[in-house]
């Protein structure tokens, strides 16, 4: 591949693509189930329905193909803002996001973009 062809890739292909996102998704919610600060949220939560609409939303935020049919990020959180969902817990969900890309050996400025996208709905998750 060309310099300038991978350059015009997606996050998503750089990332590695569906397999990537997929792999990631499934460490990442093991990570938060067993996180005592945040799993509370989860409650009788279908977990498998809440990995595929998160594999679709970050596929589509990561520029790859847009199969994501959710709520936008405002109603989908707002029962959980109701609960108390606030700054520390979106602090903890991020540690755990960063922490799965270093688990799966991604390089740091992918993360660093990874982390700045989902940083970028932290006011909408929150209802602010």
Do not use: C
């Amino acid at each position: 591949m060309t310099e300038e062809a991978a350059e015009n890739q997606s996050l998503f292909e750089k990332l590695g693509g569906e397999a990537a996102v997929d792999a990631a998704v499934d460490i990442f919610y093991r990570r938060v189930l067993s996180d005592h600060r945040i799993n509370r949220f989860f409650e009788n939560v279908d977990m498998e329905k809440q990995a595929a609409k998160q594999k679709a939303f970050l596929t589509m935020a990561f520029g790859g193909p847009n199969n994501y049919t959710g709520a936008d990020m405002r109603k989908a959180h707002a029962h959980l803002v109701e609960k108390g969902l606030n700054d520390t817990h979106l602090d903890a969900v991020m540690e755990h996001l960063t922490g799965t890309l270093e688990e799966l050996k991604v390089p740091k400025e992918l993360i660093d973009e990874v982390a700045a996208i989902a940083e970028s709905t932290r006011n909408d998750v929150l209802g602010r």
